[in-house]
């Protein structure tokens, strides 16, 4: 791995704390539908940053108090107390519209409603709240947790997103991202950042199928592995079908069974439900490692009365397997794509938590008649591959490439309501087409676009990306004024689009409002709106050396209130040990104010304390000569 | 000699050797000269990946995402985006062929001579009247439809052999000799072939009519 750089960079870092990353780190990020992750690479190997609470993964869950946002597992702990505000499975509703999700809303406990313009509400303690905005908390969350992690200040990320999202939902999330303080520099496939990963592990070459299972997507991706190259061949997925989904098959069944024995509905309350779901996802993860277990649930929360019934594996997968069996035509589409059969494949890489399931595992070979491969980590691959992306981007990679591919057609509505496509599915990105467009009728000054994103022939069963109108034409006759438009395809698999007026050579800005997103100028106003609420760069960067001065006075100060106990009268002792818990306190809050006046205070009043300490240790150093001689 | 539009230096590279900025891709090139290889209809794939790899190892917006001028950013963008196309078509044999005579003038006059009668894709007589043949036969005898079937297919597909052949054969001419005339006679093949084509679509309705 090239590192060249790296020694440069490490001649910043502060009073020689040896272990300091370089200045403005860029994080890998997975955006996950249940967890998410953060990952970085030092030094040419990748590793994922723990959270401020100490754990490698942080739940997808946001619950909200008074508007405040409490993120990972505090919320998720929250999904069952207070079910009416918090907010999980955020990722299925990003990108998209009120009427798209008519499938999973009555499986969300918390509030949905539609905007006058057919905007999608998330409502929580009587606020309403876009997909992009939560995702932008976890997302902020999972910064603040890098920063804690690495002592830097981050402000670029690769963020993951599935394969198969189209061009709402990479919009929605870059959105998020910028939201969230980060630029994000690239939006990355998931399966393609788990092949880097792999492929960086397992240093094979060959053509490989990733078969990636998430709480909320499926994808398969083909790729080919040659000399650092990582070339995706095909893709295809399937964006509503994840582990969630096993959830809430186990939930079903034991919600009929629990009404046929006792009457109860266990859907009647969101309570309820968030307990039910909860209690299913338990008898899921249990079933990767064992052949029986208990489905327990309550059936009135906190009353401790509880239905309790066993299963086995058997019958899990039974009530599973029809579900799962939803992956094999997205296998077969990208084998045909990539015009390749499943004996060309060498490899079957394993990626996402579900995959630990031995059903899941058995699907997979059923499909691509070979045992897949588990070796890499299901649930850490994909951030640690966004890592090295993020490195390769920096320029400090330059041994590996990813050469990626747009998963769905893109093209324009025309006459009648049908779809002529201008950039095929798994065309090599970036890419661009040209379109002509000219007036129907005489003295027509404007001409309206309507881009489309999909497979089918008919528009309206397409994904309706933006709608522009290509104005300000000089009238004529029908036919006569030409505007050529440019579509271009970036490498984060994200649609631009550029037109000119061919007659008069005139540049006409379209601006492309995203169906369901936000545009520039959206975030930039909420961004505006959310700098209060928020740690500037600057008041970071005083933070972190607060920080660093604090931390060492308070932690020699700790240690010390046995001695002060022993020395000091019992009041100035307890004083000394008050100081100490504000501080702490203090630091958690992460203000530095508060956090140097609490330093100053706590230098003067174990003056006299250190003092005494001096004292008696040279005492016993005299004793102890004493005793020698 | 071309020279960088960045730093004047002369270069007829994607990225220029001296200062390291990606060129704009020019009106004179085209997806042969891109990708640097001869303009044939006779590729290599696995020397054709090799360049296409080695051309994306420096020119992807991969390698201009940090820090450099924004200029650069789009400029690789763009050029990389004419690199994919370029690969994309020249590894597949019809797509290849379709742009060589595109490029070479040929395939331009292609809507006037489908209007035209004399070289409209239309259905050798013999193979018309065997198709009318086959299908009232299979009404009249369903019972040696399948038989009848099979052959008919046959007929097609050593048609569509022997057009393969001949076109390629005047491939291989031109790619010795640049002969023009041979893409003359190649864009003709061509659609003259899409009878094929849109006989393999009516076999399959035939078929599945009858539940074959």
Redesign the interface.
């Known amino acids: 791995m090239a590192s060249e750089s790296s020694s440069s960079e490490h001649e910043h870092s502060d009073h020689g704390s040896h272990s300091s990353p370089p200045v403005g780190a860029v994080i890998g990020i997975d955006l996950g539908t249940t967890n998410s992750l953060v990952a970085i690479v030092e030094n040419g190997v990748p590793r994922v940053l723990l959270s401020r609470e100490g754990e490698r993964m942080i739940p997808s869950v946001v619950t909200l108090r008074d508007g405040k946002p409490f993120v990972g597992y505090a919320a998720k702990r929250e999904k069952v107390l207070s079910p009416g505000e918090t907010v999980f499975s955020a990722k299925r509703l990003l990108g998209r519209g009120f009427s798209d999700i008519s499938a999973i809303r009555s499986s969300l406990p918390y509030g949905l409603e539609e905007s006058v313009d057919g905007q999608l509400k998330i409502m929580v303690g009587g606020k309403a709240y876009s997909a992009i905005e939560i995702s932008a908390m976890i997302l902020r969350e999972l910064k603040s947790s890098a920063e804690a992690a690495l002592g830097v200040l981050v402000q670029k990320a690769v963020i993951t997103v599935p394969a198969y999202f189209n061009d709402s939902q990479r919009q929605a999330t870059r959105a998020a991202g910028r939201l969230a303080g980060l630029e994000v520099?690239?939006i990355v496939n998931e399966p393609t950042a788990a092949s880097l990963a792999y492929g960086l592990q397992e240093k094979k070459q060959g053509i490989i199928a990733v078969f990636d299972l998430g709480g909320g997507t499926f994808d398969l991706s083909i790729l080919k592995l040659?000399?650092?190259?990582f070339?995706v061949l095909a893709t295809h997925g399937n964006t509503t079908l994840g582990g969630d989904d096993l959830d809430r098959a186990i939930a079903a069944k034991m919600a009929a069974e629990v009404k046929v024995s006792t009457g109860i509905d266990l859907y009647s309350s969101p309570l309820q439900t968030a307990s039910l779901l909860e209690a299913a996802e338990k008898l899921k993860i249990s079933f990767a490692s064992h052949e029986h277990s208990l489905f327990s649930v309550d059936l009135c929360v906190g009353a401790g009365k509880s239905f309790d019934r066993e299963w086995t594996r058997d019958e899990f997968d039974q009530l599973v397997r029809p579900i799962l069996l939803a992956t094999r035509e997205s296998c077969f589409h990208a084998l045909d794509d990539a015009e390749l059969t499943v004996e060309d494949i060498t490899e079957v890489v394993m990626v996402g938590g579900p995959t630990r399931l031995k059903i899941v595992q058995q699907i997979a070979e059923e499909i691509f008649g070979r045992k897949p491969n588990t070796s890499v980590h299901p649930d850490e691959v994909v951030a640690l591959g966004a890592a090295i992306?993020a490195d390769?981007?920096?320029?400090k990679n330059?041994e590996l490439?990813?050469?990626d591919v747009v998963p769905l057609s893109l093209g324009i509505e025309t006459y009648g309501g049908i779809m002529e496509p201008f950039i095929k599915r798994n065309?090599?990105?970036?890419?661009?087409a040209r379109e002509m467009f000219t007036t129907f009728v005489d003295n027509q000054t404007g001409v309206d676009v309507h881009v489309l994103q999909g497979e089918r022939e008919q528009a309206a069963e397409n994904r309706s990306l933006a709608r522009f109108k290509l104005g300000g034409l000089d009238a004529g006759p029908a036919g006569f004024p030409r505007v050529e438009v440019t579509f271009?395809i970036?490498?984060d698999g994200i649609l631009q689009v550029e037109a000119r007026d061919l007659r008069s050579g005139r540049e006409s800005s379209v601006e492309v409002k995203p169906s369901f997103g936000l545009r520039e100028d959206e975030i930039e106003e909420m961004l505006e709106a959310a700098k209060v609420n928020l740690l500037s760069d600057l008041d970071f960067k005083r933070w972190i050396e607060v920080k660093n001065q604090a931390e060492p006075v308070l932690r020699a100060a700790m240690k010390k209130v046995p001695d002060a106990y022993r020395l000091l009268d019992r009041d100035d002792a307890k004083k000394i040990e008050l100081i100490c818990e504000k501080m702490r306190t203090a630091m958690d809050a992460r203000d530095p104010e508060w956090v140097q006046n609490l330093k100053y205070e706590l230098e003067s009043s174990t003056t006299r304390l250190a003092e005494l300490v001096i004292a008696e240790a040279i005492q016993s150093g005299r004793e102890g000569i004493a005793k020698k001689t | 000699m071309k020279r960088c539009a960045f730093c004047g230096h002369e270069t007829t590279e994607h990225i220029c050797p001296k200062c390291g900025g990606p060129q704009p891709v020019d009106p004179s090139e085209n997806y042969f000269s891109l990708l640097g290889v001869e303009r044939a209809f006779q590729q290599d794939l696995p020397s054709l990946e090799k360049k296409f790899y080695d051309i994306s190892r420096t020119l992807h917006p991969d390698r201009f995402a940090a820090g450099t001028d924004s200029k650069w950013k789009v400029i690789s963008v763009e050029r990389m985006s004419a690199v994919n196309k370029a690969y994309q078509t020249l590894t597949k044999r019809d797509s290849l062929r379709r742009y060589l005579l595109e490029l070479e003038g040929v395939s331009l006059g292609r809507k006037e001579k489908a209007e035209g009668d004399s070289s409209n894709p239309v259905m050798p007589m013999e193979l018309a009247e065997e198709w009318f043949d086959l299908q009232d036969a299979v009404m009249e005898n369903p019972e040696s439809a399948l038989a009848r079937i099979s052959a008919f297919e046959r007929g097609i597909r050593e048609r569509s052999d022997e057009l393969k052949s001949r076109v390629s054969f005047l491939e291989n001419e031109y790619d010795a000799n640049a002969s023009r005339e041979a893409l003359l006679k190649i864009d003709k093949l061509v659609l003259d072939g899409q009878y094929l084509k849109s006989m393999d679509r009516d076999l399959i309705r035939l078929k599945s009519r009858l539940g074959i």
Request: aromatic content about 0%.
């Open positions: 520099l690239r040659r000399d650092g190259i070339e992306q390769i981007l920096t320029g330059q490439l990813l050469l065309t090599r990105i970036p890419t661009s271009l970036d490498a």
